[in-house]
């Protein structure tokens, strides 16, 4: 059974945020380690472009949340905390999120993309041009760098895509190199 058939029986074949029933897909909640059906939502079109674009949020379209926080499984409470985290300037949300309860591993999940972080607070990350880097980018690797553990070398000019950021350290960004998930400093990338 794939990982969509499996989400479709978890969630009766409606999203997992708001409950629409077309143009659904599967959404890997970043920072992707596991992915499959523990690090996946089974969302619509219009819940993960809101999601992935903070300028096309509609904070009426998330009023869902009352109901999908109380989600049994922790990639739907994840995407449902950091919505709310986004929009708790409007009043209610943060209402929700003061009710919302997830476990130590959750919360930390739910923060690893730095969503509900004061802008003046946030780490920001910027490729050896300056350029800002944000999760889900592309970027090519300047140099070649030895990695750490392994006798591999990830050769210059490496397309790493969907990287992951550090949320503690502004110099740390995570991808896959050939298959494995590698920590690069960004002063070796530049984005594509």
């Not at 897909?25 to 523990?38: A, I, L, M, Q």
């Not at 009352?66 to 929009?87: I, P, Q, T, Y």
């Not at 210059?156 to 740390?172: K, M, P, W």
Request: glycine fraction near 8%.
């Amino acid at each position: 059974m794939s990982v969509l058939e499996e989400l479709k029986s978890r969630s009766n074949g409606v999203c997992e945020l708001c409950g629409a029933t077309d143009n659904l897909s599967v959404y890997e909640v970043p920072p992707v380690s596991t992915g499959g059906v523990d690090g996946s939502v089974l969302a619509c079109n219009t819940c993960i472009g809101q999601v992935e674009d903070p300028q096309t949020t509609d904070a009426n379209h998330w009023r869902c949340l009352n109901d999908s926080m109380w989600s049994e499984h922790d990639a739907v409470k994840v995407v449902a905390w950091r919505m709310l985290s986004r929009l708790k300037a409007e009043g209610w949300p943060q209402d929700l999120l003061d009710m919302m309860y997830m476990e130590p591993e959750t919360l930390e999940w739910a923060q690893a993309t730095g969503e509900g972080v004061a802008e003046a607070d946030k780490i920001i990350h910027r490729d050896v041009n300056g350029v800002v880097l944000e999760n889900g980018d592309s970027v090519v690797l300047i140099k070649d760098l030895k990695v750490k553990g392994s006798s591999m070398v990830a050769k210059q000019g490496t397309a790493v895509r969907r990287i992951s950021l550090d949320h503690e350290n502004a110099e740390y960004i995570e991808g896959k190199v050939d298959g494995q998930q590698i920590v690069i400093i960004t002063k070796y990338v530049k984005k594509i």
